[in-house]
């Protein structure tokens, strides 16, 4: 009968002499599996409820054999697949259905479909983590100490090793009968388990909560810096741990290059190209140029043939105008706007010439003109071609049009049935 | 402590502890590996070589980082190359490990006990190597924390209605479910070092590793009951897996990724390949470390066989795609499909298929099953083949797409070998340093095989 490891050998050398408290329980050993589920037939039906059986391996049978209960962990794992699959659900339907709505290709807000294999996996990892830590806790591990661990016995219950422990809280415990049990039930060797009476003994070292204190406090440091960077301004730049492509070698606009000759980064249009859109063929329309008679470019002096001249051009002249060009012109057109007046009563000087005076330039001028100088400007007046589009320029002219004429106006102007009512 | 040996007279004429040998041998067999005091020479060949290669890859990363992804032979048009390629070959490796130890538990092919530990591993550090190049193809990887769904500044969640995104839980899931079962089929057996360790310092490290495990029955009841359960979770999680990695293509618009057929035909891929590489470990492992007795002939040719049955599937898989690429009559998946076989990248092509197809068929002879050598060549064969297929499906479908215009070609540059290098030089670290430290053998598991398991029962 050689049942010695090699290593058992240097773990025998440990005191014997070791102090021994209050009994803990029995241990005895037995050669084979079948034995071993034999005995723990005896001592079930002997009446004993607090009593263990170890081995290398599970061993088959033993659960009937003891009467061990199955375990309620399927049921737990269930209800943690069950979560995991609502959670998962809840979670794509918070963030994309209703905390923040994201339409995907016109496709409905909340659709299922898309949402499976999240959830098969929010299933999958809860009822892994019921199953892993469900075992474990029903398990009472890890557990740090355990009074059997004291028998250089117990050590071989990972090896080949079959044991069965039996607790001295146990109603039916007594020494010498359930020794005698065990015997009968066909132990090779039966064994008392002291508990050891030093009480450092059940207790954790100081030194480990020291080490997990550190280590606890430590961790928080990188925490603490975020949250005082958060917290506070510098003036400082950042570090650039990660370039993020903030320094590329590349030309950005309105800056210098030397490679270039004259130094500048912008190259500004190529000649003979237009961008797209920006052909604007028609001249008159466009430019406010009439090449009727000889061909050569003249002002236009009527309004373009593609504008369709009607009130509701009138009035889109009237409110663009009182937008854009009243402010200094006047809502008469006499240059008394805001601005004029506001600067002179500061004691300043601000011309914005009179657009319906009768001997005036205006007057005079070809409505081609006119739409030129709404649309390049004059003298201070700055263009307004970024500003105003060129249907709502011509509307403009035509409702300075219309001023001039309103502001003009004579008895003549007046309708023949209505002169007598004014004077 | 006192001791009061009783030996029993009735059991003097049977020789006691005959059945406890057989169980003494599997854990020395299993533990002298991480108990001898020197692993042999050509551990530390194999590490130093595994390092090497390692840092190769650590440089090639850090240098892609700091100067973008522009280093790797990535273009406009072929935005996925071989880090896609590489994060998929590694996936599939992955999942033969998952496949041993569920899948063969699930059916109870009990010659899985064998090679199930070191298969798993083989999942854990394949995934830990395939999960680095989804990461690092981002471009800017230090915001890769923003996949994971939280409240933030931006006051943006992720897009969940994204393959990309069922990607992330669904690697996630898969690698914390890999690690969660490894390490609890090895808590026992973590004990088992632990009550045989020597040295104050590994008695502390097994025995925190081990949880106070005591193999109780008790005990022992729940813990069957939770790898059943693992078992049965991990199964759906490894098909669902790499179908969710086949989504990231299938539901693209582009010709040859648009199909249907890639669930299940990257699934076969990845089992075929997974056990390629279980079978390039596993054979030299075992001479090395002399497991002969403990990994049998039996068992590496039961794992032939399932290479050959997989080889079949995929080879199924390239007909299908090209039936249906002249059945459907869409010309553009047919132009794919021709510009695969025909076009520039041809020689990819058929190195995939003389790889996958043609060369495991040598399996059905025994006694290519038998000799190491030769499994292992047509091992690796097998693995050169499997990435070439994901090459070939990323490669050529990305090059000629739709717009002519667009076309281009694609060649690695240094920093795209060196960072595929350091993937398998980390890969094969771990697995090294598994090998040296960690119970290499489901050595409980192995027990309760065993004849012996049942001596003494009554039946």
């Known amino acids: 009968m050689d049942k010695h490891n090699p290593h058992d050998e240097t773990a025998h050398s440990e005191p014997a002499e070791q102090p021994n408290g209050e009994l803990y329980g029995v241990l005895a050993e037995f050669d084979t599996p079948g034995e071993l589920i034999e005995a723990a037939r005896k001592v079930r039906d002997a009446g004993y409820t607090e009593f263990d059986c170890y081995s290398p391996f599970p061993v088959h049978g033993i659960d009937e054999a003891m009467g061990i209960k199955r375990t309620i962990l399927p049921l737990l794992v269930f209800g943690g697949g069950f979560t995991g699959l609502l959670l998962g659900l809840l979670l794509q339907w918070w963030t994309n259905a209703y905390d923040w709505p994201w339409l995907i290709s016109g496709k409905p807000i909340w659709s299922l479909p898309a949402n499976i294999p999240i959830g098969f996996e929010t299933t999958i990892l809860l009822s892994v983590f019921t199953t892993f830590f469900g075992m474990w806790i029903l398990n009472r591990l890890p557990q740090v100490w355990h009074p ?90 950042h570090y650039h741990i990660f370039g993020d492509m903030d320094f590329q070698p590349k030309v950005k606009s309105d800056a210098t290059f030397e490679l270039f000759g004259d130094s500048r980064g912008n190259r500004g249009v190529i000649a003979g190209t237009l961008a797209r859109g920006s052909l604007n063929a028609d001249d008159t329309f466009y430019r406010g140029l009439s090449r009727a008679g000889d061909g050569n470019p003249s002002w236009l002096a009527e309004l373009p043939a593609s504008l369709e001249v009607d009130m509701k051009l009138l009035e889109r002249g009237r409110e663009r105008y009182d937008i854009y060009c009243a402010p200094c012109h006047g ?93 | 402590m006192s001791t009061d040996v009783l030996s029993s007279d009735s059991h003097e004429e049977r020789k006691i502890g005959a059945t406890r040998e057989v169980f003494r041998q599997v854990t020395r067999d299993v533990a002298w590996v991480a108990e001898s005091p020197k692993p042999p020479k050509a551990w530390y060949a194999a590490l130093a070589v595994s390092v090497s290669a390692l840092l190769l890859g650590v440089y090639c990363v850090t240098v892609l980082f700091q100067r973008g992804i522009g280093v790797w032979g990535n273009s406009n048009t072929v935005g996925w190359a071989w880090d896609i390629t590489n994060f998929v070959f590694w996936i599939g490796i992955g999942h033969a490990g998952t496949l041993i130890s569920a899948v063969l538990f699930l059916t109870r092919q009990s010659w899985r006990t064998s090679i199930n530990r070191a298969a798993e591993a083989m999942t854990i550090f394949a995934v830990s190597a395939a999960g680095i190049f989804p990461i690092i193809h981002t471009g800017r990887p230090w915001f890769a924390w923003w996949m994971i769904p939280h409240p933030n500044d931006m006051g943006m969640w992720p897009q969940f209605r994204s393959p990309l995104m069922w990607d992330v839980f669904a690697i996630s899931t898969y690698a914390i479910t890999s690690i969660l079962f490894w390490f609890m089929g090895m808590v026992p057996d973590l004990a088992t070092f632990r009550d045989r360790s020597t040295s104050k310092i ?167 099953r038998t000799n190491p050598y030769i499994i292992i ?50 890969f094969l670290t771990m697995f090294l340093l598994f090998f040296r430290y960690l119970p290499v053998i489901a050595i409980a598991e192995v027990k309760g095989v065993q004849p012996e398991a049942h001596a003494g029962k009554a039946h």
Request: with cysteine; charged share 15%.
């Open chain 1, 148 to 237: 059997f661990f004291r028998l250089d016995r117990f050590a071989r219950v990972t090896d080949d090793a079959f044991l069965l422990g039996i607790e001295a809280r146990d109603g039916k415990f007594k020494a010498e009968s359930t020794s005698e049990l065990l015997k009968n039930a066909g132990a090779i060797a039966v064994e008392s388990c002291y508990l050891d009476p030093r009480p450092e003994s059940r207790t954790v070292p100081k030194w480990i909560y020291a080490v997990i204190i550190t280590t606890g406090v430590m961790a928080l440091i990188p925490f603490a810096i975020i949250a005082k960077a958060r917290a506070s301004t510098s003036s400082e730049p």
């Open chain 1, 331 to 423: 809502y008469d057109g006499r240059g008394e706007g805001a601005i004029p007046r506001r600067v002179k009563t500061l004691g300043g000087v601000w011309l914005a010439r009179n657009l319906v005076d009768p001997q005036g330039a205006v007057a005079k001028m070809p409505n081609g003109q006119l739409f030129n100088t709404i649309s390049n400007g004059f003298n201070t007046m700055m263009g307004y071609a970024a500003q105003i589009p060129h249907r709502d320029r011509w509307a403009i002219v035509l409702y300075v049009r219309a001023l001039q004429r309103a502001q003009n106006a004579g008895p003549q102007d007046v309708p023949a049935d209505c002169r007598n009512e004014v004077r």
């Open chain 2, 202 to 368: 590994k008695q502390a490290i097994y025995g925190i590793l081990a949880l106070g495990w005591r193999g109780s029955a008790r005990q022992w009841h729940r813990y069957e009951r939770a790898y059943l359960i693992l078992a049965a979770l991990s199964t759906p999680l490894v098909f669902s897996v790499h179908s969710v990695v086949s989504f990231d293509f299938a539901t693209s618009q582009l010709p040859g990724w648009h199909t249907t057929i890639f669930p299940p035909y990257f699934v076969a891929g990845a089992i075929f390949s997974g056990f390629a590489m279980v079978l390039t470990l596993m054979v030299p492992a075992r001479y090395l470390f002399n497991l002969k007795h403990i990994i049998k002939d039996s068992h590496i040719e039961a794992m032939c066989k399932i290479i050959i049955a997989t080889g079949l599937m995929v080879g199924l898989a390239y007909g299908i795609e090209f039936f249906i690429a002249g059945y459907s009559g869409n010309l553009y998946e047919q132009f794919t499909f021709i510009n695969r076989m025909f076009g520039p990248y041809w020689w990819a092509y058929f190195a995939m298929v003389s790889c996958n197809v043609l060369i495991p068929q040598f399996f059905w002879f025994k006694k290519c």
């Open chain 2, 377 to 426: 060549i047509l091992c690796i064969f097998v693995n050169i083949g499997m990435w070439f297929e994901r090459f070939v499906i990323i490669g050529t479908s990305l090059v000629r797409s739709f717009l002519p215009s667009s076309w281009a070609m694609y060649s690695p540059t240094f920093y795209d070998i060196g960072t595929f290098i350091g993937s398998f030089g980390l």
